[in-house]
C-alpha cells in the first residue's frame, strides 16, 4: 500500500509533494510502476474525484471488479433519518 498525498492548492513553497488533481498523480504512479492493472483499488473522496479516477484506472488495465470507492457526501446531500 503506498499513501501519496497530492494538494491541487498549495499557500506558499513550504510543500515538496505531490501537487495537482488526484487522477493525475495516480495515472503517473500507475505507469512508473507498470502495474497493468495488478491488484486491487481502494479509492475514497468527492465525487468529481471518484469520477475523474475511474477512466485513469480502466486506461491503466484495472477490471471493474478490481475497483474499490466510497464517495464522500455531505452531511446535507445526507438521506435524513425519520
Not at 475511474?54 to 446531500?77: A, Y
Amino acid at each position: 500500500m503506498n499513501f501519496i498525498p497530492v494538494l491541487s492548492h498549495v499557500n506558499g513553497e513550504a510543500w515538496d509533494g505531490e501537487r495537482g488533481f488526484v487522477h493525475q498523480s495516480v495515472d503517473a504512479k500507475l505507469k512508473q510502476l507498470a502495474v497493468d492493472g495488478q491488484g486491487d483499488v481502494y479509492a475514497c473522496g468527492p465525487p468529481p474525484m471518484i469520477d475523474a479516477l475511474q477512466p485513469v484506472l480502466f486506461m491503466n488495465g484495472f477490471e471493474t471488479e478490481r475497483i474499490f470507492f466510497d464517495r464522500f457526501t455531505t452531511s446535507s446531500s445526507a438521506t435524513p433519518a425519520h
